[in-house]
């Protein structure tokens, strides 16, 4: 017979442990957060608010719910066959459509990389000025912050990444957040912009307002964003079981989305937008804010927008590496000389546009050219591996949510057509 005296307690669990599991349950979707709010993300949005105040806000309502069901059914989707997105495309519908998405979200991706951190660069470069005469160059902003990520990196393990990538979000957030309640359009105009409509184009906008919808919803209902969650939710060992917490994950994600994204429009209708200025570059936001919101606000929102850009680099620089060994189902070791190697060589791609002079805002915009592209194939891939009563069972679609996939297929093909468009005038012109 066992001594009682003999049993030890289990320790009770301190504060920080248990705030620690549960921050670990939202991690994947925080990841999510920091990939898709990038510094393309603030300029949309920025530029909306700008030139339209808040009357494109229902654009941001359809993408988060847009956003929130292709999670949720790319999600589902590997909690039923275990599979990730891209094993799925190899396995089930053909190997060279797993291999288009590879090609695709990595000339998207080295696009971004340079895009992301020229914005970054100019931001800081402008924001140095107020304290530096004459500013500090960009290409040691860009070097700096290219190193951080890389350091990142370095460490080689997924939640390394995703607690890392939770305190700049944390950061991210709490500036755009605090810049709303600076900066904020009376109520009445923000309740307004949840109606759907389509605004007259602004006399003080280079593009219209269709270009802006399609460029908000570029940013926000993004391809590589579902992909990557599927390699997410079967790296967290996630099953059927966990369909709450998977949905749960992906609700916090997509509603801290709105959140943020809401809250830069916001920033800058209260601002510019009641001024009459247009917004062609986030820099601006800088050198306008100053003088109509204060000191404070405009150094607020540079913090936010820088860590807005290091947050979106950070998955960007890893996307090819994951991509690769998803598509083959090698191990994820991040720590092997061939991933360093890919990973620093992308990461040089931060130093292009300020080294060379090019314009950052410009080829952000030519980047998202290529998520246009894979969108709409996103869409028609899921659509016919959720429908496969072979591989889903009883949880194959349900005629609403097919209803539903289609209805973001053409909205898909629409803004596609559109933003396409809208790049080729904006580099012919």
């Not at 049993?7 to 504060?15: E, N, Q």
């Not at 990461?347 to 314009?359: D, E, M």
């Amino acid at each position: 017979m066992t001594d009682k005296s003999q049993i030890k307690a289990a320790p009770p669990k301190t504060l920080g442990a248990k705030f620690a599991k549960g921050l670990a349950l939202f991690l994947p979707g925080i990841f999510l957060l920091g990939f898709n709010l990038g510094t393309g993300s603030v300029t949309a949005m920025a530029k909306a608010g700008a030139e339209y105040g808040m009357s494109l806000l229902w654009t941001i309502v359809a993408s988060c719910l847009c956003t929130f069901f292709m999670i949720n059914l790319y999600g589902r989707y590997t909690l039923v066959t275990g599979e990730t997105a891209l094993q799925a495309f190899r396995k089930h519908i053909h190997p060279a459509v797993g291999i288009y998405f590879i090609a695709a979200l990595t000339l998207g991706v080295c696009g971004s990389v340079m895009g992301v951190m020229g914005i970054v660069a100019d931001i800081s470069y402008e924001w140095s000025k107020a304290m530096v005469d004459g500013g500090i160059a960009p290409i040691y902003f860009a070097a700096v912050f290219s190193a951080l990520v890389f350091f990142i990196f370095w460490n080689g393990k997924t939640q390394f990444f995703e607690r890392s990538l939770a305190v700049i979000v944390a950061i991210m957030s709490a500036c755009f957040l605090i810049n709303f309640f600076i900066m904020m359009p009376p109520p009445v105009e923000i309740i307004k912009g949840l109606i759907p409509t389509v605004p007259q184009a602004a006399l003080n906008s280079s593009s219209g307002p269709l270009l802006v919808i399609a460029s908000m919803v570029g940013t926000t209902v993004f391809s590589g964003l579902f992909i990557i969650r599927t390699t997410l939710v079967k790296e967290a060992g996630w099953t059927l079981k966990d369909a709450r917490t998977q949905r749960n994950d992906a609700m916090v994600a997509v509603i801290m989305m709105f959140v943020i994204s809401a809250a830069i429009m916001a920033a800058a209708a209260g601002t510019l937008h009641v001024e009459g200025i247009g917004l062609s570059r986030a820099s601006q936001m800088i050198e306008l804010l100053e003088p109509l919101a204060g000191a404070l606000a405009a150094s607020i929102f540079a913090i936010g927008i820088i860590a807005a850009g290091v947050s979106s680099q950070f998955p960007n620089v890893l996307m090819l590496p994951w991509l690769i060994t998803d598509y083959t189902e090698a191990e994820r070791d991040m720590t092997l000389p061939k991933y360093r190697i890919m990973v620093f060589l992308i990461s040089l791609l931060g130093l292009v546009v300020p080294l060379f002079g090019a314009r950052p805002v410009l080829v952000m915009i030519v980047s998202q050219a290529f998520n246009a592209i894979i969108l709409p194939m996103t869409v028609v891939c899921i659509f016919y591996l959720s429908n496969r009563k072979d591989l889903m069972g009883e949880h194959k679609n349900t005629i609403v949510a097919n209803v539903i996939l289609l209805a973001i297929l053409l909205f898909s093909l629409f803004t596609s057509f559109i933003g396409i468009q809208g790049v080729y005038r904006l580099i012919a012109g």
